[in-house]
């Protein structure tokens, strides 16, 4: 089930850092330039430049030069829905095999 | 939501390798020594240690010493749903920001 998949690889890897997952939270409420995003963040601009790299290579930020900025916005939803359908099916199937097995622990004489 | 939780963290980082995702699909369908983790992995058995010592930090897999060997199984799926809820929530979120952008240009002069 998806094992191998760079965009899983990506996407979860993305997912990793809080301030990452902080940047999508911002990114949430509208699109941000590389210094709207570095300001709250306590970040310097290289390291905001890293993170905002890092969630594009993942598809989950799109960024365009607009005059002398680089304005960030969120990417495909898609992205993310792949990673939650994986999330997902593993759960299922991992809550399916606990309630099999507690059913074979309820019928065991 | 959920931007600084080292939980997540630990999760996202855990799923982000596909070797780490391929032992959670062979622990799905059941316990496993971590030389039987090692066979179908191509991994050495110090790589296999190294991937599953990551797994348990994040709960996903338990281990336990059983005589000679290392018995591995998956964890709580609680920390599965934690991060399955995280994707969710911002998916949700996304969408309806995108949805409410499609009405206001549907709605554009």
């Not at 996407?11 to 990114?27: C, M, N, Q, V």
């Not at 330039?33 to 306590?42: D, I, M, Q, V, Y």
Request: hydrophobic share 40%.
């Amino acid at each position: 089930m998806g094992a191998l998949s760079p965009t899983l690889d990506a996407t979860f890897f993305a997912l990793s850092d809080p301030k990452r997952r902080g940047i999508l939270d911002r990114l949430g409420r509208g699109p941000a330039t590389l210094s709207e995003l570095a300001g709250p963040s306590g970040l310097t601009l290289n390291g905001i430049k890293k993170h905002v790299g890092i969630l594009e290579l993942a598809g989950l930020v799109e960024t365009e030069k607009v005059g002398r900025v680089r304005e960030c916005r969120l990417g495909s939803a898609t992205t993310l829905g792949e990673a939650g359908e994986w999330i997902e099916a593993h759960r299922r199937a991992w809550e399916g095999r606990l309630d099999r097995f507690g059913r074979f622990v309820e019928r065991a004489p």
